[in-house]
C-alpha cells in the first residue's frame, strides 16, 4: 500500500513536471517607431544613411559614433536632433539579429552612402504630428524617445536588397 502511494506521487509529480515543460513563450521584441517604413513587423536595426546613425527598435535607442566610442542613446546625436526622421530613409537591417550592428558599420557606410534612397520613397507607420520636426523623443506607442520620422510613398526599400527584403506580416 505504501509502494503503490509512493508511485501515485511519482506519477503526480512527474505529469506536473511535463505538463510545466510544454508552457510556450511569446515575446515581443518591441514596437517599431511612428516614422519606421511600412511591411517590417519583427525589425530590430535600422540603420539611418544621412546621419550615419543606427535605431535599435526593441531598446528604443540610437547607436551613433562618438568621440570613437559607440553611444546608446534614447535621443539623437545634438547635431542631428532636428533630423526629420519621417523623410529620412530607413534602411532596414532585417539580416542582423545582434547587439552591435555597427561591427558592419564600414560596410554600411559604403553601400548606404548619404542621400541614399534605395528604391525610392518610404511610406510610414504612422503620420507626423501636427508639430513637424519638433519631436525629440519617440511616442509611447512607439517605445521610446526619438525625433521626426518619415512620410514618403512606397514599401520599405521596394523588397529588394539588403535591409529591403519583405518584412513579416
Known amino acids: 500500500m505504501k509502494t503503490l502511494k509512493l508511485i501515485a506521487i511519482g506519477l503526480f509529480f512527474f505529469a506536473s513536471f511535463s505538463m510545466q515543460s510544454q508552457v510556450s513563450v511569446n515575446v515581443n521584441i518591441g514596437s517599431p517607431p511612428a516614422w519606421g517604413p511600412v511591411g517590417y513587423t519583427e525589425v530590430e536595426y ?9 535605431y535599435d527598435v526593441p531598446r528604443a535607442q540610437y547607436i551613433y559614433l562618438n568621440g570613437g566610442h559607440w553611444i546608446h542613446s534614447r535621443y539623437l546625436p545634438r547635431p542631428y536632433r532636428g533630423y526629420d526622421l519621417y523623410s529620412g530613409y530607413k534602411v532596414v537591417l532585417n539580416d542582423y539579429h545582434g547587439r552591435t550592428p555597427y561591427v558592419y558599420f564600414k560596410d554600411h557606410k559604403v553601400k548606404y552612402h548619404k542621400g ?11 503620420v507626423r504630428g501636427n508639430k ?5 523623443h519617440i511616442g509611447k506607442s512607439q517605445g521610446a524617445k526619438s525625433q521626426g520620422g518619415n512620410s514618403q510613398g512606397g514599401k520599405g526599400n521596394g ?7 519583405k518584412g513579416k506580416k
Open 116 to 126: 541614399f534612397k534605395g528604391n525610392g520613397p518610404q511610406k510610414t507607420i504612422g
Open 46 to 54: 535600422y540603420y539611418l544613411p544621412d546621419i550615419e546613425v543606427y
Open 132 to 136: 513637424g520636426n519638433s519631436n525629440n
Open 159 to 165: 523588397g529588394k536588397g539588403h535591409g529591403g527584403g
